[in-house]
């Protein structure tokens, strides 16, 4: 009796796009009490015309409801087959990892959009109201409206079978290629997969810039100075014997003997700063690569840094070719280079300081600091001393001198950072721009990372010494037995 119940309750069907909300009739519990006099006293209150009107009525209806049962689960069937062949025609495709010189760096997977048919009560996770009957996806741990399920770059809707997520965000795939797809830095375009579908790309280990393998042998040009790549929407400026400056490096690079020599005065001054005064007059000369190069062929002793020789310390007599007049730009090349010969004579045991023109000025000076501690060991009678002792102490004195133009920063008076001492210096060249500040920390940096044993493991191995003992201390160890204490 519970349709009878139902009737007399007055309640309604509610049906909402297909899916029923109340409890089917044969659920429904019976809520008072079952005897026949309730049913009597109710019954007493209509006719038999009226009851039997009212029990047609409700046979039809219960005829209706199960005809609309049958055909809604036939429904739900194709829906769900429908569903479930879509789901199944996806495939999951992995999109390409990042490689940096050979590692992998990470990556992101797609995943697939899940097309399907709402059959009960949902809730878009995009705009959190109700789904009703129709499509809608299930990814992410969530369902959503079609249109609501939206890029976190363009917030353009995914309609794609496949998308790419980073963190908790969905992306198109071309939009998450164009947002974290890396770039080369040299020529702007995407960096190519390799053969194995990973991303892999070059970059420097101190500016952080990245670059396709391919260009280390295409022969795009490094500046010679601070080693990074030209741009190809860039030109760097073309020096006369073939090496390349980029415009930053130019900005403050050293062209002439003439323009070097205030440095050069800046140098002798913080020796004497550290007690380390050259009494001698030893001539500076800036000097082109093939001068710099036939100096060192003419030189009996000495080491030197290969694959480049940028600064040497003479202890010989020759005729030099030095730049007399700085060179004039025509575009992005230096024209009418004006040199002249100079001729060393030898009345000590330091002829000349000779330095590759056309560096930015903290590299110039680091070089000239490195060759003037040349010059001082010689002029100080410090025996032969083995390479990795003598470039390395030298090395010590550059670091030195490039950490107190580091500290001076804008160009003030500071001190250089020592265990032992500290020398004042101050820059003629006034302010330095924000990019002259970083070159200065690059060249710091090469000097503590060269992996040469010379230059490298000397440096290291001088240093450490000079933070324990002090400089005083282990040049006077050198001295006694060509050797750092320990």
């Not at 060179?327 to 009418?336: D, I, L, T």
């Not at 950072?417 to 101050?426: L, N, V």
């Amino acid at each position: 009796m519970g349709w009878l119940t139902k009737f007399f309750r007055g309640s309604t069907h509610k049906i909402s796009e297909g899916q029923y909300h109340n409890k089917p009739a044969e659920e429904t519990s019976w809520n008072g009490p079952s005897s026949p006099a309730v049913v009597t006293d109710v019954l007493s209150e209509f006719d038999n015309d009226d009851i039997a009107h009212a029990i047609s009525l409700s046979l039809l209806e219960e005829e209706q409801r199960k005809a609309t049962a049958i055909e809604k689960d036939m429904h739900l069937e194709e829906d769900e087959q429908l569903a479930r062949a879509i789901q199944e025609s996806l495939n999951v495709e992995s999109p390409p990892r990042a490689r940096e010189n050979g590692s992998v760096i990470g990556g992101n997977a797609y995943q697939p959009l899940q097309f399907m048919f709402s059959s009960g009560f949902r809730t878009c996770a995009g705009c959190h109201s109700e789904i009703g009957h129709g499509r809608f996806l299930s990814c992410m741990g969530a369902v959503w409206h079609p249109e609501c399920f939206r890029c976190h770059s363009c917030s353009q809707p995914i309609y794609d079978y496949e998308f790419s997520m980073s963190g908790n965000h969905p992306y198109h795939k071309t939009c998450y290629k164009e947002r974290f797809h890396p770039k080369c830095d040299v020529c702007k375009q995407f960096i190519p997969t390799n053969m194995n579908g990973l991303i892999e790309y070059r970059a420097h280990p101190f500016w952080l810039q990245k670059y396709c393998p391919s260009h280390e042998v295409d022969g795009t040009p490094r500046c010679c100075s601070c080693e990074r790549m030209e741009p190809r929407e860039s030109r760097y400026v073309l020096l006369d014997d073939g090496r390349k400056l980029c415009l930053e490096c130019l900005d403050s690079a050293v062209m002439d003997t003439s323009e070097c020599q205030p440095l050069y005065l800046e140098i002798q001054e913080f020796y004497e700063g550290l007690n380390m005064k050259v009494e001698q007059q030893v001539p500076l000369l800036l000097v082109e690569r093939q001068a710099l190069n036939e100096a060192m062929e003419g030189e009996k002793t000495g080491h030197h840094h290969l694959p480049e020789t940028r600064g040497l310390c003479l202890s010989e007599e020759q005729t030099v070719s030095t730049i007399l007049r700085r060179p004039r730009m025509a575009g992005n090349k230096v024209m009418e280079m004006i040199t002249e010969p100079y001729r060393l004579t030898r009345r000590c045991e330091v002829t000349a300081i000779l330095i590759l023109y056309g560096l930015p000025r903290l590299l110039t000076g680091s070089i000239l600091a490195h060759e003037m501690m040349h010059a001082w060991l010689r002029l100080k009678g410090y025996r032969t001393l083995s390479p990795d002792v003598e470039e390395g102490i030298c090395q010590v004195l550059a670091h030195m001198w490039i950490e107190s133009e580091i500290m001076a920063g804008s160009g003030s008076n500071g001190a250089s950072t020592s265990s032992s001492s500290s020398a004042p210096t101050s820059s003629k060249k006034g302010g330095r721009s924000q990019f002259e500040r970083k070159l200065g920390d690059f060249f710091k940096h090469q000097i503590e990372s060269d992996t040469s044993m010379a230059y490298g493991d000397g440096f290291r191995a001088g240093n450490r010494a000079v933070l324990q003992y002090g400089l005083k201390r282990t040049l006077e160890h050198i001295r006694l037995t060509g050797t750092f204490p320990f």
